[in-house]
C-alpha cells in the first residue's frame, strides 16, 4: 500500500497564499489567516464608549488593521480574538472597565465583559490585565472593533516604556487568527 499526499502550492502571483490541494485535486485547504496588533500609547475614555486604538500591525495574514481600530478579515471563516490590555486607575476608589466586540458598527449581543479596577495605593497606580477571548463567524470584508468604557477618567489603558533591562509593556495587544480550516 502507498500513502498518497497532498501538492502543496501557492495559489496567487504574490505568493501569499499557501496551501494543500487533496491528490484527486478535489479540495483545497488554506493557511489559516492570522493578525496581530498593539499599541504604545496610553489610551483615555473620555466619551463613555471609545474603539481601542492599535497602532503597530506585527503580523498581517488575511487580518488587517484600518483606520487604526477596525480588524477586516478577507476570507469567510470562524475566528478567534485573544486580547490583552493593560487597565490603569490612578484614583484612590476602585472604578469599572467594560469592553466589548462591535461588528461593522453594531454592538456584538453578549458580548460585555466588566472588570474592577483597584484604587491606586499610594503613588502606584491600582491596575488589572485583562486576557478575553471570543469566537466569531465572520464573511470576507467584515469588521470588528473593540470598545471599552470606564467610570472615572483616571482609569486608563496605559503603555509603559522600556526600563533598563526590561522591555516596552504595550497597551493592548491583540491576536486574531482563523480558527476553521476553508475548503474552496
Known amino acids: ?56 500591525q506585527a503580523i498581517a495574514r488575511g487580518v488587517t488593521l484600518v483606520e487604526g481600530s477596525k480588524i477586516y478579515v478577507d476570507r469567510t471563516g470562524l475566528y478567534e480574538f485573544t486580547l490583552s490590555v493593560h487597565v490603569h486607575n490612578d484614583d484612590s476608589q476602585a472604578h469599572s472597565f467594560q469592553l466589548w466586540g462591535r461588528l461593522n458598527g453594531v454592538d456584538i449581543p453578549n458580548s460585555r465583559f466588566i472588570y474592577s479596577v483597584p484604587a491606586k495605593h499610594g503613588s502606584t497606580p491600582g491596575a488589572i490585565i485583562p486576557s478575553q477571548n471570543f469566537w466569531l463567524a465572520l464573511n470576507a470584508g467584515q469588521y470588528v472593533q473593540i470598545l471599552w468604557a470606564t467610570d472615572d477618567a483616571e482609569v486608563t489603558i496605559a503603555y509603559h516604556a522600556a526600563e533598563a533591562g526590561k522591555p516596552v509593556s504595550p497597551s493592548l495587544l491583540l491576536t486574531v487568527k482563523e480558527i476553521t480550516p476553508t475548503k474552496a
Open 1 to 56: 500500500m502507498r500513502l498518497r499526499h497532498g501538492t502543496p502550492f501557492i495559489y496567487d502571483d504574490a505568493g501569499d497564499i499557501a496551501g494543500l490541494r487533496d491528490p484527486d485535486g478535489s479540495e483545497l485547504y488554506l493557511v489559516p489567516r492570522i493578525g496581530v496588533m498593539f499599541d504604545t500609547t496610553t489610551q483615555t475614555d473620555g466619551s463613555g464608549a471609545v474603539p481601542m486604538e492599535f497602532n503597530t
